[in-house]
């Protein structure tokens, strides 16, 4: 009877243990892992690969969008491209918004960096987030330096990357935050 009755808590509780024991995928998208594979459209159609762009030097990708937030916060990086695509910086914005939303925002916002259009929201996937904006600083060769997610729209986000960036490239750092706020002031 007690044999028995040990047979069947086995096969009760075996079940339990299977599921259990499955290991929960872990996040490929980590600071100190390789970047994924990815490519894109640029604004002129062009068809850009993110390896050739981090065999290159460093890059900033921003996966964001037109909402009023990310629109408050598009100075301060377009301020960043600015600032440091000298000491070989390349910055990507790629936006989940339909190419014609984008290209009139463009148009309006006078972006002058690199962007790319995903309406699908594929890279969200590709970068494993679900989180808009996040930004992914890859350095050279391809490691992912930094992840920040979510707005900011004060510019404390954009200004902790500008000392990351700073750091990568081996410059001074940009106080991107008080030129944009000092900028708007005028």
């Given amino acids: 009877m007690a044999r028995?009755?040990?047979s069947f808590l086995a096969v009760l509780f075996l079940?339990?243990?299977?599921?259990?024991?499955d290991p929960v995928p872990a996040k490929t998208v980590v600071v100190g892992a390789k970047a994924p594979t990815f490519t894109f459209k640029d604004q002129s159609g062009k068809v850009i690969d993110l390896a050739e762009l981090t065999n290159k030097g460093p890059v900033l990708v921003r996966l964001t969008c037109g909402c009023s937030g990310c629109d408050k916060e598009l100075a301060y990086f377009q301020e960043i491209d600015s600032a440091y695509k000298t000491a070989g910086l390349t910055s990507v914005a790629i936006f989940k918004e339909p190419d014609t939303k984008v290209a009139q925002y463009a148009k309006d916002k006078k972006i002058n960096m690199l962007y790319g259009i995903d309406?699908?929201?594929?890279s969200w996937k590709v970068f494993d987030t679900k989180t808009m904006p996040t930004n992914f600083l890859i350095g050279k060769g391809g490691e992912i330096l930094a992840i920040s997610a979510g707005c900011d729209p004060s510019g404390l986000i954009a200004k902790k990357l500008s000392e990351k960036?700073?750091?990568?490239?081996?410059?001074?750092?940009?106080?991107?935050?008080?030129?944009?706020d000092a900028n708007k002031k005028k």
């Fill in 15 to 21: 079940p339990a243990f299977l599921v259990a024991a």
């Fill in 4 to 6: 028995t009755f040990a």
């Fill in 119 to 122: 309406s699908k929201g594929d």
């Fill in 165 to 180: 960036i700073a750091k990568t490239v081996n410059t001074d750092v940009v106080d991107v935050k008080g030129t944009v």
